[in-house]
């Protein structure tokens, strides 16, 4: 128990001063009556205005005293303003016989009272001295238990991502930090939310209470707050009311070097109104931290996102992804691997174990493939030498059961793709030509089955223009079957193509009339190609072979009846997809390539879909002698 501070309480027991004063005869009244004796019990001028109390005491003792001895005595305490159910107060206090002081205790419940409450006792003495005090007036509080660090940085991502602060971004300000001084593990930030008030204009904050934020670090470094969930003190929009921010189960913290970092998504926020509650996500930029005073803030951040699928020139296979870093990134190491073992491939890259690409520079990385797998790919930072933080993107390289056997490759073919093309915009509004768009990829050939054909990954190919609309960006080769010219068909199989402007967003899958019309019994392969709706493959007199897809439909699975859409409304020509491509490699062949080349200039499309899709195949009228369809292209391949 401390004395924290000290009152002159007058004493006037005539006897008492008049030890202690001197005085010359000019200074004595003319009469002098002696009062009258008064051994009655006061309270002294030297005790304690205030007892601060910690935790585990029950008591503060206090005496009353008298000015000489005696016999026992006993007086009557009054005492206003107590707690009855904290505090228990003598009602007597007695005087051992020749004794000048008598102790008086109270006790009292100490987990009862709450840090910082503060309690006001006047014990009034029953036949007090005349020449002394008679009541005593102090305070028994429990102060704070807080002790201050100083001042750190606190990193808001609750009210930030539940009004998109800063277009996106999270705001940051110095805090004051402390620690509780018994709970080992317990901090707070002291009114946080009360700074973020003054950055944010129309914000409010109840400046009439007190918000501070308590959190604990146990003792493995993991870290939650409590209570859960906590009041801001904050308000962004009066309608909806002051904010709440609640850590989810997924949202536990990580004490690290003096920083407290949380995971993305972890957080809750709430706000309270009068009219109820309303619960949104936050920390969605995985930004909340709390950094301790005396730490140097830096930032060693990066990440990376898996953006597609590139074949190169050289026909090499490689994953594109790009990357971003904080502040402080000197440069960056990165590198992919089919792995399920992040750590491992950390630690390969800084140990030189594995191909890596370096770079100091936010962007586009390439990073070479070694054919179909689950991989990750890995971003590892480096500041002052040493190799920092890391992060990871985790995507998949899928490959055909028909990409078994044996394939070699005839090089680049002109790819025109009617699929999924008619079904866009341009930036201008008009709906996209799929002959003004042609494609680059590689096509090679079956050496086990002669006539068979396959295209390498074209709807993820960098050279197709929709791939920067593919949500789905699985690699997947398109396999034609052309053993027979006259009647080439696609059976179906996944595109590696989706979004969400189409069926929801889907991995497409893809076939052809050669196939679907056979397949749910509307017409045998003849009359399919009698109607001029099979597909088919020419070779020209300059050597250039030409598979002509004249029904190129699409659907949401690989079963025929999930098939059969296009984009082509009722009443219009579907539009044929285009293989161009040299089999026998002549310059002739290839001179004559390059001027059937139709490609105009190529413009970005918007992304919209113009059209609705529309199941073709109820437009088809079949019987068993003809198949009744509108087709104006020819399947000879004389489109170009």
Same mark, same amino acid.
């Given at each position: 128990?401390?004395?924290?501070?000290?009152?002159?309480?007058?004493?006037?027991?005539?006897?008492?001063?008049?030890?202690?004063?001197?005085?010359?005869?000019?200074?004595?009244?003319?009469?002098?009556?002696?009062?009258?004796?008064?051994?009655?019990?006061?309270?002294?001028?030297?005790?304690?205005?205030?007892?601060?109390?910690?935790?585990?005491?029950?008591?503060?003792?206090?005496?009353?005293?008298?000015?000489?001895?005696?016999?026992?005595?006993?007086?009557?305490?009054?005492?206003?303003?107590?707690?009855?159910?904290?505090?228990?107060?003598?009602?007597?206090?007695?005087?051992?016989?020749?004794?000048?002081?008598?102790?008086?205790?109270?006790?009292?419940?100490?987990?009862?009272?709450?840090?910082?409450?503060?309690?006001?006792?006047?014990?009034?003495?029953?036949?007090?001295?005349?020449?002394?005090?008679?009541?005593?007036?102090?305070? /028994?509080?429990?102060?704070?238990?807080?002790?201050?660090?100083?001042? &750190?940085?606190?990193?808001?991502?609750?009210?930030?991502?539940?009004?998109?602060?800063?277009?996106?971004?999270?705001?940051?300000?110095?805090?004051?930090?402390?620690?509780?001084?018994?709970?080992?593990?317990?901090?707070?930030?002291?009114?946080?939310?009360?700074?973020?008030?003054?950055?944010?204009?129309?914000?409010?904050?109840?400046?009439?209470?007190?918000?501070?934020?308590?959190?604990?670090?146990?003792?493995?470094?993991?870290?939650?707050?409590?209570?859960?969930?906590?009041?801001?003190?904050?308000?962004?929009?009066?309608?909806? =009311?002051?904010?709440? =921010?609640?850590?989810?189960?997924?949202?536990?913290?990580?004490?690290?070097?003096?920083?407290?970092?949380?995971?993305?998504?972890?957080?809750?926020?709430?706000?309270?109104?009068?009219?109820?509650?309303?619960?949104?996500?936050?920390?969605?930029?995985?930004?909340?931290?709390?950094?301790?005073?005396?730490?140097?803030?830096?930032?060693?951040?990066?990440?990376?996102?898996?953006? =597609?699928?590139?074949?190169?020139?050289?026909?090499?296979?490689?994953?594109?992804?790009?990357?971003?870093?904080?502040?402080?990134?000197?440069?960056?190491?990165?590198?992919?691997?089919?792995?399920?073992?992040?750590?491992?491939?950390?630690?390969?890259?800084?140990?030189?174990?594995?191909?890596?690409?370096?770079?100091?520079?936010?962007?586009?990385?390439?990073?070479?493939?070694?054919?179909?797998?689950?991989?990750?790919?890995?971003?590892?930072?480096?500041?002052?030498?040493?190799?920092?933080?890391?992060?990871?993107?985790?995507?998949?390289?899928?490959?055909?059961?028909?990409?078994?056997?044996?394939?070699?490759?005839?090089?680049?073919?002109?790819? /025109?793709?009617?699929?999924?093309?008619?079904?866009?915009?341009?930036?201008?509004?008009?709906?996209?030509?799929?002959?003004?768009?042609?494609?680059?990829?590689? /096509?090679?050939?079956?050496?086990?089955?002669?006539?068979?054909?396959?295209?390498?990954?074209?709807?993820?190919?960098?050279?197709?223009?929709?791939?920067?609309?593919?949500?789905?960006?699985?690699?997947?080769?398109?396999?034609?079957?052309?053993?027979?010219?006259?009647?080439?068909?696609?059976?179906?199989?996944?595109?590696?193509?989706?979004?969400?402007?189409?069926?929801?967003?889907?991995?497409?899958?893809?076939?052809? &009339?050669?196939?679907?019309?056979?397949?749910?019994?509307?017409?045998?392969?003849?009359?399919?190609?009698?109607?001029?709706?099979?597909?088919?493959?020419?070779?020209?007199?300059? =050597?250039?072979?030409?598979?002509? /897809?004249?029904?190129?439909?699409?659907?949401?699975?690989?079963?025929?009846?999930?098939?059969?859409?296009?984009?082509?409304?009722?009443?219009?020509?579907?539009?044929?997809?285009?293989?161009?491509?040299?089999?026998?490699?002549?310059?002739?062949?290839?001179?004559?390539?390059?001027?059937?080349?139709?490609?105009?200039?190529?413009?970005?499309?918007?992304?919209?879909?113009?059209?609705?899709?529309?199941?073709?195949?109820?437009?088809?009228?079949?019987?068993?002698?003809?198949?009744?369809?509108?087709?104006?292209?020819?399947?000879?391949?004389?489109?170009?």
């Amino acid at each position: 128990m401390k004395f924290l501070k000290y009152s002159l309480y007058t004493l006037v027991a005539l006897a008492v001063s008049a030890a202690f004063t001197a005085c010359d005869e000019d200074d004595v009244p003319d009469k002098y009556t002696p009062g009258a004796p008064s051994d009655g019990p006061y309270f002294s001028s030297t005790l304690a205005e205030t007892y601060d109390v910690s935790k585990g005491e029950s008591s503060v003792t206090f005496d009353l005293s008298r000015a000489n001895g005696g016999d026992e005595a006993t007086y009557s305490l009054e005492v206003k303003n107590p707690d009855s159910e904290i505090f228990t107060i003598p009602a007597q206090v007695t005087f051992a016989k020749d004794a000048t002081s008598a102790p008086v205790t109270i006790s009292f419940d100490n987990e009862k009272i709450a840090d910082g409450a503060v309690y006001d006792f006047d014990v009034t003495v029953a036949d007090a001295s005349t020449y002394g005090v008679g009541s005593y007036v102090f305070t /028994i509080m429990k102060p704070e238990p807080w002790e201050t660090l100083g001042t &750190g940085i606190y990193v808001d991502d609750i009210a930030c991502s539940l009004y998109n602060i800063g277009g996106g971004k999270t705001l940051s300000w110095e805090v004051e930090i402390q620690k509780h001084g018994q709970d080992e593990g317990l901090y707070r930030l002291v009114n946080p939310y009360a700074t973020m008030a003054k950055m944010v204009n129309g914000a409010t904050f109840d400046s009439a209470n007190q918000y501070n934020i308590t959190f604990r670090i146990r003792e493995d470094n993991s870290v939650v707050f409590t209570p859960n969930p906590f009041c801001t003190g904050l308000t962004l929009d009066p309608s909806y =009311g002051v904010i709440y =921010g609640a850590q989810m189960s997924s949202g536990i913290g990580t004490y690290e070097d003096g920083i407290i970092t949380f995971p993305t998504d972890g957080f809750g926020a709430i706000e309270q109104s009068e009219y109820g509650q309303g619960w949104y996500k936050a920390n969605t930029h995985g930004a909340e931290m709390i950094v301790f005073p005396g730490v140097e803030l830096t930032d060693y951040s990066a990440s990376i996102e898996y953006a =597609g699928f590139f074949t190169a020139p050289d026909n090499s296979q490689q994953a594109v992804v790009n990357v971003a870093f904080g502040a402080d990134v000197e440069n960056a190491r990165v590198a992919c691997a089919i792995t399920t073992d992040v750590q491992a491939l950390v630690n390969s890259i800084v140990s030189g174990d594995i191909e890596f690409v370096e770079t100091a520079e936010a962007g586009e990385v390439r990073l070479p493939l070694e054919g179909p797998g689950e991989y990750i790919a890995v971003v590892v930072t480096y500041g002052k030498g040493e190799p920092q933080m890391y992060a990871q993107a985790d995507f998949e390289i899928l490959g055909n059961a028909v990409d078994e056997g044996n394939w070699s490759s005839l090089g680049q073919c002109d790819f /025109i793709d009617s699929w999924i093309i008619p079904g866009l915009t341009l930036n201008d509004g008009t709906a996209a030509d799929p002959f003004n768009f042609p494609a680059s990829v590689e /096509i090679q050939k079956s050496d086990d089955t002669p006539g068979v054909y396959r295209l390498m990954a074209p709807f993820t190919n960098e050279s197709y223009l929709p791939n920067q609309l593919n949500q789905v960006q699985k690699v997947r080769n398109i396999v034609i079957n052309c053993e027979n010219p006259a009647y080439c068909f696609v059976e179906p199989q996944k595109s590696g193509w989706g979004n969400a402007g189409v069926k929801g967003g889907v991995e497409l899958a893809i076939c052809d &009339g050669g196939y679907l019309f056979p397949a749910l019994g509307i017409a045998q392969p003849a009359q399919v190609v009698a109607a001029g709706l099979g597909s088919s493959l020419t070779v020209d007199n300059d =050597g250039i072979s030409t598979i002509l /897809i004249n029904s190129p439909f699409w659907g949401t699975s690989t079963e025929p009846d999930d098939l059969g859409y296009s984009f082509i409304p009722e009443g219009q020509d579907m539009i044929p997809s285009v293989v161009m491509f040299i089999e026998e490699d002549t310059p002739a062949a290839r001179a004559a390539l390059k001027k059937k080349v139709i490609g105009k200039t190529i413009e970005m499309l918007s992304g919209k879909f113009n059209r609705k899709p529309t199941k073709m195949l109820p437009l088809i009228k079949a019987d068993k002698k003809a198949i009744k369809y509108k087709n104006n292209k020819k399947a000879n391949g004389a489109i170009l």
